[in-house]
């Protein structure tokens, strides 16, 4: 049933499809004037900074999807999530805790169970790192372009771009004052949505650009169905049971409150010297931290803790916080309700001054973050809930300097420093097992345990890379950047119910070791060589030797358990790396209407970071292992001249991402001996082997087909329709080899039409995303509380929990600029 259900919807998709691309040339032929152009129409090119200078995507020896400003606003692409719902082999999985997100490229992801664990993804604004999951709840908007880099990029993006890169630039200042105004209601979410940009010179050198984005949902996504339940607590002080009344969590999650804002003032005294500076914020406010959460796939078709159908569906189970116990809970609302709040502020300066035959470029930024949540951390509605709240700050300092040549002769150099400070701070507060305990304060009365944790670090890097133009149409690069990282982390319990001591350890805990003191080290060389030869100007043939590093770190979220005899190697882990080849072609074809790429991998990784959780010692751990991921991709872009506005584009994408050596991983949670749980460890515990298992969230095949038209109609009109195919086959969401993880595959369908002046005076739009309304998961966990013990002779397995993605979206849209 569903591989026809899959076919009916890439039939659909196709006859959509199918239709605009007769449409278009109709079209064209009855708007087209009675002189055919032949110059009108063709490809454009596409500028990119992969190697950290301005050069044709065709230009670069990196594999690269390019999205334009042009694309970004008529997709409507302002987050990451909505970026990766549309780009091949790259998904993005929204977690309530932990980083708050699994950002998965080519197969190689980072678990999102650790706040500690950077994104092997990373994530680059404005020329600046970003490490942290949550910049997922950053909404990006008014950009100037979006890159996405696919493989190790660490010569030019540093550490933690061990699987790839996601590189985002805001608008800079026109050159002319102009104003744009866009307003859009999304009917599923009904969500209301304004922008305005006005942007312009101030001086004969001075431009300035204001951009402002506020949202507000009335509904949302997901339907929570949960029903009341009573949370019934033992006082371990006088065997006393209180019943508390949990609520539903808001019926439509997740009720998204938005406001976001940039000033970027881009001074540029000579033709030498060109300053930005840019200060942005960003205020997100949701009312449920895991409304994406959703019981797909159980055991018996039924949840184990509530009995609800667990279904593939946009439909969750969540309850408040009990009202009485809420009033003094730490960090959470008064009433209880469920609710994540990210505020973010940063600052950047980007100075770049030209020398005859160098150019100097800075680049130093500010960055501060804090996250606060309150959630039903059973992520299912049950009377022996778990309930928790959290509050992170995150800020960092940057400064980085390079120079780059641009001699006549041969040989150029690009050669470059980077110094970072950053600062994590950590609290969190659970309340689980029905317990509490009457003689404590009113704000660890009901709580079952409590954490606190901090990591300062501090990185310096320095760069540089040689190009050798050995004849004019062959260049080799070679270069090198060398990374020391230094982390110094705490981690402590401070405060464990009574009841709990003998599975958590205390603060002042009597056997020492209740204050958790780490000071980490870390150095590395990754270098990188590359060859490339362009016979003619269309044609690129390149090769590529890459390697890269990924931070080692601490999880300051984990957990000090009496039952581990070594909690510091809990709760570090350590820096994963990554090696091998890429190479491929690029053309562009047919009188610059047809471009063509291809590329093929294959890359090592060593110290792979793994999150689990160790539920026979009730403790988190990050273990390390071997993998692999190689494929091929191809891509298409055609822009026939002979149809001016029209461009079909595509890709089929293969890839096997598997690990080499994991030959004591953990079992997944009530997998059995049979099932391969039957390895026993000489100090406890049952492990079982993974080499050759897939990686989590690493389908086979993925492709995109999608076409576009914008052409005038008369009267100063111009009218455009695009619709966009994305498939993935089926993969394990799990990391662990749950085979009850497995998303099946699938097929989403993005649609837009819209209608407006030619000089862009006005425009109306409409908007779709997801139309083939398909529910899929981009992450798991096994439910909590729910499945037995690994090992055993009869399975048990756990509900999953997966992050699921959003439903059909629909948004009309009006613009206007002047």
Not at 255 to 274: A, C, Y
Not at 583 to 599: E, W
């Amino acid at each position: 049933m569903q591989n026809n259900a899959v076919k009916r919807e890439l039939l659909q998709s196709a006859a959509i499809l199918v239709a605009i691309l007769s449409a278009a040339p109709a079209l064209a032929q009855d708007a087209a004037p009675q002189e055919p152009q032949a110059t009108a129409g063709g490809l454009q090119d596409i500028v990119v900074t992969a190697r950290k200078r301005a050069e044709s995507v065709q230009d670069v020896p990196v594999a690269v999807t390019a999205i334009s400003s042009e694309m970004v606003q008529r997709q409507d692409l302002t987050s990451i999530e909505k970026i990766a719902a549309r780009t091949p082999n790259l998904n993005v999985g929204r977690a309530s805790n932990g980083s708050g997100a699994q950002l998965t490229l080519r197969g190689i992801g980072s678990s999102s169970t650790s706040i500690g664990i950077e994104q092997s993804v990373a994530v680059v604004v404005d020329g600046v790192y970003y490490g942290q999951g949550r910049i997922i709840n950053e909404g990006f908007f008014d950009l100037g372009r979006v890159e996405i880099l696919k493989g190790p990029q660490a010569l030019f993006f540093g550490k933690n771009a061990t699987a790839g890169v996601i590189s985002l630039t805001s608008a800079d200042p026109t050159d002319k004052v102009e104003f744009k105004a866009r307003a859009g209601y999304e009917f599923k979410a009904e969500q209301a949505q304004l922008e305005l940009v006005g942007s312009g010179p101030l001086t004969d050198t001075l431009g300035i650009r204001v951009a402002v984005r506020a949202s507000k949902m009335w509904g949302g996504y997901y339907r929570n169905v949960a029903n009341p339940v009573t949370y019934t607590t033992f006082d371990i002080a006088d065997n006393s049971l209180e019943g508390h009344v949990a609520t539903p969590a808001s019926s439509e999650a997740p009720g998204e409150k938005e406001l976001l804002g940039r000033i970027t003032l881009k001074w540029e005294p000579t033709d030498r010297l060109t300053a930005t500076f840019k200060a942005s914020g960003a205020y997100n406010k949701v009312d449920n931290s895991s409304w994406n959460y959703v019981a797909y796939n159980c055991p018996s078709g039924s949840s184990q803790l509530n009995g609800y159908s667990c279904q593939k569906d946009f439909i969750t189970h969540q309850n408040n916080i009990p009202t009485d116990i809420a009033a003094n809970f730490p960090f959470s609302e008064p009433d209880g309700q469920l609710y994540n709040r990210y505020k973010s502020y940063a600052l950047t300066a980007n100075i770049g001054y030209k020398l005859d035959n160098v150019t100097l470029t800075s680049v130093t930024n500010y960055n501060w973050n804090n996250n606060r949540w309150a959630c039903a951390c059973d992520f299912q509605s049950s009377a022996a809930g778990t309930w928790a709240t959290e509050n992170s700050t995150f800020h960092a300092f940057s400064s980085e300097l390079r120079a780059l040549t641009t001699f006549d002769g041969p040989i150029n150099l690009m050669i470059g420093g980077l110094y970072q400070k950053t600062k994590r701070n950590f609290d969190q507060f659970i309340m689980f097992a029905n317990i509490e305990d009457s003689t404590q304060s009113a704000a660890n009365r009901y709580l079952a345990t409590t954490k606190t944790s901090f990591t300062n670090g501090e990185t310096t890097a320095m760069f540089g890379q040689v190009t050798w133009k050995v004849i004019p149409t062959v260049e080799l690069a070679g270069g090198v950047r060398y990374t020391h990282e230094t982390k110094d982390s705490y981690f402590t319990q401070p405060y464990n119910n009574a009841a709990v001591t003998t599975i958590f350890r205390a603060q002042n805990d009597p056997d020492g070791l209740g204050q958790i003191f780490a000071n980490q080290s870390f150095n590395n060389w990754s270098p990188e060589a590359s060859i490339t030869w362009k016979p003619t100007r269309d044609i690129l043939v390149y090769g590529a030797y890459k390697t890269a590093y990924k931070s080692g770190g601490f999880s300051n979220g984990g957990i000090n358990s009496k039952f581990s005899a070594d909690p510091l190697s809990d709760l570090t882990f350590d820096p994963e790396r990554a090696r091998g080849f890429e190479g491929g072609i690029k053309t562009t074809l047919a009188d610059r209407q047809l471009r063509l790429n291809l590329g093929v991998y294959s890359y090592k990784y060593k110290d792979l970071q793994v999150d689990f959780f160790n539920s026979p010692i009730f403790a988190f751990q990050t273990l390390t292992a071997d993998a692999r991921t190689k494929g091929a991709e191809l891509e298409f872009e055609f822009a026939p001249r002979a149809v001016e506005g029209l461009n079909i584009h595509g890709s089929i994408n293969y890839n096997k991402a598997n690990y080499t050596n994991f030959p004591q991983a953990p079992c997944y949670a009530g997998e059995s001996q049979a099932e391969g749980c039957n390895i026993v460890l000489a100090g406890g515990g049952v492990r079982q082997d993974l080499n050759g298992k897939p990686l989590s969230v690493a389908p086979k095949w993925t492709g995109t087909l999608g076409a576009s038209y914008d052409h005038a109609i008369g009267n100063g009109l111009m009218f455009g329709l695009n619709a966009d195919v994305r498939y993935s086959s089926s993969y394990l969401a799990s990391g662990f080899g749950n085979p009850d993880s497995r998303q099946s595959r699938y097929a989403t369908l993005d649609a837009g039409i819209r209608l407006g002046a030619e000089d862009e005076r006005w425009q109306v739009a409409v908007i779709g995303k997801n139309l083939t309304n398909r529910f899929y998961v981009t992450g798991v966990v096994d439910g909590p509380s729910t499945g037995g013990a690994s090992g055993g002779v009869t399975p048990a397995h756990a509900d999953q929990l997966g992050f699921g993605t959003l439903p059909r979206t629909v948004m009309v849209q009006l613009s206007t600029k002047f």
